[in-house]
């Protein structure tokens, strides 16, 4: 399954012929948007891609971290940001040598099961008091489809916002933003991103009011979340 996962993430991952690209570009400016500032704090990306994360981290001046399984991935990170340390496995069997200010998993925690999802949760629980998920949505339009057609790969496990908040509460965090993105994500009728059926354009004309009124019901979900003793500046 690992393999599969690799192989997947090295085709799909920030690909423009991926329609649902300009949703995961949204949702990325969402991050951005609400990244505080570093001022030489620390910072853990885990499942960190090709370094989209980890580039609004640097720009805030954190001293960064990434986590990836890929080796290619954490390759093409340590070429443009040398000074960003690279660990490369998964998760709950790599040695983070925290605690971070804040942990950043973005596009993450669909690859996790629900035992894995808490044992995640433990440790990012030990590691720090600030934390960024995104969720995939179940409820979603995109979740409903993905699921009815087939599309769902072994490797990706869709949640809903309210279960993963479950979690972070249980594990002692509070959350204190929310975000819905992509109520509408581009769909297309075969796999491998083909057919489209529900257009970019379309997506795009109206995402920026849906996901303020249905954030709920959106394909992705941001989530960020402090310690229950903890603030965060907005």
């Known amino acids: 399954m690992t393999e599969d996962l690799a192989r997947y993430y090295e085709e799909w991952w920030e690909n423009p012929r991926d329609p649902r690209d300009q949703v995961f570009k949204r949702l990325n400016r969402v991050v951005r948007k609400f990244l505080p500032p570093g001022a030489g704090k620390t910072a853990l990306d885990v499942g960190s891609g090709k370094g989209a994360i980890v580039s609004f981290l640097r720009e805030k001046d954190y001293r960064v971290t990434a986590l990836d399984l890929n080796g290619n991935f954490l390759r093409e990170i340590k070429q443009r940001f040398p000074e960003v340390e690279c660990l490369e496995g998964r998760f709950g069997e790599v040695d983070c040598r925290g605690p971070y200010d804040l942990v950043t998993a973005v596009e993450f925690i669909q690859n996790l099961d629900l035992p894995e999802l808490d044992r995640f949760f433990e440790k990012a629980a030990g590691l720090t008091g600030h934390l960024i998920v995104t969720v995939s949505n179940r409820k979603s339009l995109h979740g409903f489809w993905a699921r009815w057609r087939g599309f769902i790969k072994d490797f990706v496990h869709v949640y809903t916002p309210r279960e993963v908040e479950r979690r972070l509460e249980a594990g002692g965090f509070r959350i204190v933003r929310r975000r819905g993105v992509g109520f509408l994500?581009?769909?297309?009728?075969?796999?491998?991103?083909?057919?489209?059926?529900?257009?970019?354009?379309?997506?795009?004309?109206?995402?920026?009011?849906?996901?303020?009124?249905?954030?709920?019901?959106?394909?992705?979900?941001?989530?960020?979340?402090?310690?229950?003793?903890?603030?965060?500046?907005?």
């Open 185 to 234: 994500t581009p769909l297309t009728w075969h796999p491998g991103f083909k057919r489209k059926i529900l257009p970019v354009w379309l997506a795009r004309a109206v995402n920026p009011v849906a996901d303020r009124l249905l954030p709920r019901l959106c394909h992705l979900y941001y989530l960020e979340a402090v310690k229950n003793h903890q603030e965060v500046k907005p």
